[in-house]
Nanobody, 117 residues
Framework: QVQLVESGGGLVEAGGSLKLSCSSS????????VGWYRQTPGKQRELVAA???????NYADSVKGRFTISVDGTKNSVNLQMNSLKPEDTAVYYC???????????WGQGTQVTVSS
């Protein structure tokens, strides 16, 4: 059974940085699309950043220039470096791995990121 496990969330002051990491047991991040989503209470889950293979990363407009997604093939992990954090970045962040052509879509359990003003 595939499991995605996130780590690295926490509390940080505005302007600070955090790095989220996600590892997978049972699925290879070199295949399909891996990404980070976030959700706040009462709102839909939204895409933060995603990348497919060696393709160009895709970022939400609200995080462009501040967040960087990267895949570490040797560790089979996907990272999200978050800089210049703002209070509006506060959310639960979820790791996602989708392999569309085989109908597989996996989610992590989520990690809380809180940015204080």
């Amino acid at each position: 059974q595939v499991q995605l496990v996130e780590s690295g969330g926490g509390l940080v002051e505005a302007g600070g940085s955090l790095k989220l990491s996600c590892s997978s047991s049972g699925s290879a991040f070199s295949i399909g699309t891996v990404g980070w989503y976030r959700q706040t209470p009462g709102k839909q889950r939204e895409l933060v950043a995603a990348i497919s293979g060696r393709g160009t990363p895709n970022y939400a407009d609200s995080v462009k220039g501040r967040f960087t997604i990267s895949v570490d093939g040797t560790k089979n992990s996907v990272n999200l470096q978050m800089n210049s954090l703002k209070p509006e970045d506060t959310a639960v962040y979820y790791c996602n791995h989708e392999i569309k052509w085989v109908g597989q879509n996996y989610w992590g359990q989520g990690t809380q990121v809180t940015v204080s003003s």
